[in-house]
């Protein structure tokens, strides 16, 4: 073998050594260690005894974790701590991942990307025996996970595009989709005069009710249990974020359709959602999250601009233009015709 052919050799097996730390990372946080040492380096069987674990696979999942930098771990006495990285694990760290980690999701359908490959559509219904969001509405828990997960990416992509938009005073702004109301509170707050609306499944409401309450902003937005394609409430501006990428052209001109219903001529629009090159390849980032998409959703995508106007056109809407927001999103601005 040529000395290329060894170093290739090994990148592609770290590639693959990769794969398990993640399933590894995952596991921990779902177990919920990383909360567990916030406060200082425990001993690995205390810990093992206090989140239900086998003592030796933890230790052992600690030690690979180690290597990549994210616990410290000292064989002379058994003890295993956070480094900075790690400490993004723990819900309480103001940037927390913990959730975007620990939540049900693309590594649990991963293994049928083969079949996702072959027919171009999830494996969710032969991996799960039911469609991505079917699986989470009968499941309170992993609902619950997956809305904090949503929040903290939400923290990273949408509400850096909050201060740079003009909010309505007075008006009222009605989050489609939004999830705990992560984008709403960060609305609402930047805007003292707006009042807000917040509509997602039934098993949300609990939880952003909650989320608001803690934001400050509970007095001024209402939470309503909703379907993204039935008529929403009324209310002088619209909001969907990365709620338009979950679907089919057909069905996102059916959210588009159904927000139109409601909407008096000149109601305003903003689509929080990254938009793919017209040309040339995607950044890595974007092609992942297409993939996520596609696994996961039946015709989920991510899209160009040239799309969403497309789509908006169809449900009588006029893309008036985008706001660049931080890599990995941007807001698309539409008004009702
Ligand atoms: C990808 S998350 C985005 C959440 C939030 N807007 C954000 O930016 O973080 C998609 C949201 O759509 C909601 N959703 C999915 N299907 C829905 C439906 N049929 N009716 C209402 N909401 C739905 C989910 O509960 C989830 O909160």
Known sequence: ???????????????????????????????????????????????????????????????????????????????????????????????????????????????????????????????????????????????????????????????????????????????IGGGFGALIAAVLQEEPGARGILVDQPLVREHAEAFLEEQGVLARCTVQSGNLFDTPPPADMYLLSRVLHDWDDDAVAGILGAIRRTAPAGTRLRIFEDLLPEDGLPRPAQSWSDLVMMALYPGARERTLTDYRELLERADWVLDGVVEGPPGMNVIEATRK
């Not at 290739?8 to 990769?18: C, I, K, N, S």
């Not at 425990?42 to 030690?63: F, K, M, S, T, Y």
């Open 1 to 175: 073998m040529t000395d290329e052919s060894v170093s290739e050799v090994a990148a592609l097996f770290d590639l693959y050594q990769q794969g398990i730390a993640v399933h590894c990372v995952c596991a921990v946080a779902r177990l919920g260690v990383p909360d567990l040492l916030a406060d200082s380096p425990r001993r690995v069987g205390p810990l093992a005894a206090e989140v239900g674990a086998d003592e030796d696979a933890l230790r052992r999942v600690v030690r690979l974790l180690a290597g990549h930098a994210l616990f410290t771990y000292t064989p002379e006495n058994d003890e295993v701590g956070l480094t900075r990285r790690g400490r993004l694990l723990c819900g309480r760290h103001p940037m927390s991942l913990r959730a975007t980690f620990a939540t049900f999701g693309i590594l649990d359908v991963a293994h049928g990307l083969t079949e996702t490959i072959r027919t171009g559509r999830p494996a969710t219904e032969s991996v799960l025996g039911t469609g991505f969001w079917d699986h989470l509405t009968t499941r309170p828990r992993e609902q619950q996970v997956f809305g904090e997960a949503m929040a903290e990416q939400a923290r990273l992509l949408s509400l850096p595009c909050v201060p740079l938009l003009d909010w309505p005073v007075g008006e009222t702004v009605a989050d």
